[in-house]
């Protein structure tokens, strides 16, 4: 699995907590979405533990519960543990259902519950329980290494549960194989939750129904999803849950929730599924394979409902239905305060059903789609104002790439507001670059007499350096280079390049 530079530069022990003070890795969460009294504190690279409880499937509860004498259960060690101590887990099956409970865990001396160096614990389902295989409703709790198979079982893998189910760490682990609503869960008010490096796949329901890798529940807050590999579920990769219907909790809608460089594919809905939900950072994600169902478009992101502040940037999303869905279904207030930013959509797929287009925005408020790169789409690069719940209010479409699209590099429809397009790049590689317009396909000077927009747009080949086309970087005689509109963005050279890569910095 391919990580980010920030988790390449610090060892995934010294990521316990979600975040660290604002002054210092801070820039790894916006601060807009992650303020400084939801930070987590940092701890030494190298935890050292007060005491070690051992266990093993073949030890004995009567034993000493060291390395040489380990626990047979777990739930023996768990009646044993205290802060600041761990329980290390030999190889082996185990049939428990691990139940977190409180025990007085703090920042300094967190509950470890992971598997020994170099074991192998596999929790195993499979008896019918409804029963979670990992029930944390305590604070502080840490679990790392661990295999938590449902088996077939109705039952989640994991869950953070109630108020007092805080600060929890699922690490490295490997989630798989149940039949309900997700194999990770944050409900019932738990809160500052960091789900980092795990596989989470095969959670599937019957027919229609959704079974999602990670679901974060209405009246939770302060998760982080990162470096994850999620994927072939029956639902979404990640859903964010809102108030409105469907298997919610009575609350305000979920809020502050960041998803970064995971691996979101081949799940049977979407990659990721924001629904009213508040303060939302999707970074750095690899998300690809999501096709067109009768429950979904095949969207590699979609944000619908009544989202707000909403943040999707740095993002690679390409071999899907649909790239990314901005509005749509709207229940309330539709999306509103979106921004689009240095993502990378390609390679979009429209056979069986599926429209193959690249970004869209439907019925949203105030949405900013600046710097990206859209690329070979079966259809649309960028469709704008198509809703049928209202109109697109507010889009600003600036420095954007948008070429090597079938139908055209922008479809606008006619339930549009105060919207606006300038210093994009335009490219069909097979002669004018193509824009459509009241079901009238323009070339660009058109385009600009029909909108009034687009004055230091370009119609020209991008060149993107060759070897690795789907980085899109400019070569040194890229016109995208230095070429954009100033934005707010910091950038390096004369200007901001036009699309998602910017060139010439250190």
Known sequence: MRRSPLLK????MALVGVLVSSAGVLAAADEQHFAPEHAWSAVAATPTFSRILWVSPSGQDTAAGTEVA???TVAKALSQVKPGEAIFLKSGTYSERLRLEEKGGSASAPLTLKAAPGASPIFKGGTGSRTALLDVRGAYWHVEGLTLDAAGDKAFAAIWRGVG?????????????????????????????????NSISNFRRAGDDDSHGVCVQTNSKNVIVRANDIHHNSGDGVQCLGPEGGSTEPGTPFDNLLVEDNDLHENRENGVDIKTCTRVTLRGNRIWGH???????????????????????DNEVRGNGRGIQIGGIREGAPPTRIVLRRNRVFDGYNADGNDGSGIRVDTAIDVKVDHN???????????VGNGVSGPSQGVRVRNNILGACSGAAVRLGTTLQDTSFDGNLYASLKGAAVLRKDGSYLNLTAWRSATGWDAHSLDKNPAFLSGAPEDFWLSTTSPARDAGQAVGATYCGRGPDIGARESDCS
């Open 165 to 197: 189910a805080h600060h929890g760490i699922l690490r490295a682990s490997t989630l798989k194989n149940g039949t309900d609503g997700a194999g990770a869960y944050v409900a019932q008010q738990a809160h500052d939750v960091l789900i980092e490096g």
């Open 70 to 72: 380990p626990f047979r």
């Open 9 to 12: 530069a610090i060892s995934p």
């Open 291 to 313: 096709l067109r169902t009768p429950s979904s478009a095949g969207e590699g992101v979609v944000v619908h409902l009544s989202a707000l502040d909403v943040t999707l940037e």
């Open 373 to 383: 790169t859209v690329w070979n789409m079966p259809a649309y690069g960028l469709i």
